[in-house]
């Protein structure tokens, strides 16, 4: 099993400021890792597939890379609603596997 | 527009039985592979497993191997998840989400889900 490793836990941020959020793969998983956003009381949302390709919808503040195993997921300007939990998720092979995620809360 | 309704969430013993029920609408159900994945109250995501488009492959996380069963009615657009000798580890919020690929066994991430229904395993 492919074990997804993301830091920091939690991250203190500003509105406004940037956020880089981190995730790593104990093998590789080519470029077959996507990024969640979920909020409480509701279903996470797809925000990145692909590693860097961003999913309907998902504004341009949200960007992605990395591919093998490292990746990042950038907010370039935090604003109030992208205050939330995120996790990585490989699809590379079953089982697939989430990361166990990071809270981006207001600084 | 695209819509996944979970059903069949509630509170079990230890050792029964349940079956959760997935309905779906908005997009093409029978060219989907269709995955279940589940949250512990306070906890993070866990992916329980998966059923091909066609119904004809399955793969689970070993922690529910040989206890749950996915499977799905493409005449009625629902996918099921049957879950047996069920234990006080498996009490979460139970998801369906759509896979992205379509028309082939693999994935690519999961673009939509349903609202989660609760299962509570407990005396």
């Known amino acids: 099993e492919i074990v997804m490793t993301q830091s920091p836990v939690t991250l203190s941020v500003s509105p406004g400021e940037r956020a880089t959020l981190s995730c790593r793969a104990s093998q590789s998983v080519s470029s077959n890792l996507a990024w969640y956003q979920q909020k409480p009381g509701q279903a996470p949302r797809l925000l990145i597939n692909?590693?860097?390709s961003r999913a309907t919808g998902t504004p341009a503040r949200f960007s992605g890379s990395g591919s093998g195993t490292e990746f990042t997921l950038t907010i370039s300007s935090l604003q109030s609603e992208d205050f939330a939990v995120y996790y990585c998720?490989?699809?590379?092979?079953?089982?697939?596997?989430f990361g166990g995620g990071t809270k981006v809360e207001i600084k | 527009q695209v819509q996944l309704v979970e059903s069949g969430g509630g509170v079990v013993q230890p050792g029964r039985s349940l079956r959760l029920s997935c309905v779906v609408s908005?997009?093409?159900?029978?060219?989907?592979?269709m995955h279940w994945v589940r949250q512990p109250p306070g906890k993070g995501l866990e992916w329980v497993g998966v059923?091909?488009?066609?119904?004809?492959?399955?793969q689970y996380a070993d922690s529910v191997k040989g206890r749950f069963t996915i499977s799905r009615d493409n005449s009625m657009n629902t996918l099921y998840l049957q879950m047996n000798r069920l234990r006080a580890e498996d009490t979460a919020v139970y998801y369906c989400?759509?896979?992205?690929?379509?028309?082939?066994?693999?994935?690519?991430?999961?673009?939509?889900w349903g609202q989660g229904t609760l299962v509570t395993v407990s005396s």
């Open positions: 989400a759509k896979d992205l690929l379509p028309n082939n066994w693999g994935s690519r991430g999961f673009d939509y």
């Open positions: 908005g997009f093409a159900f029978t060219s989907h592979g």
């Open positions: 692909g590693a860097s």
């Open positions: 059923i091909s488009y066609d119904g004809s492959k399955e």
């Open positions: 998720h490989q699809y590379n092979q079953w089982p697939l596997t």
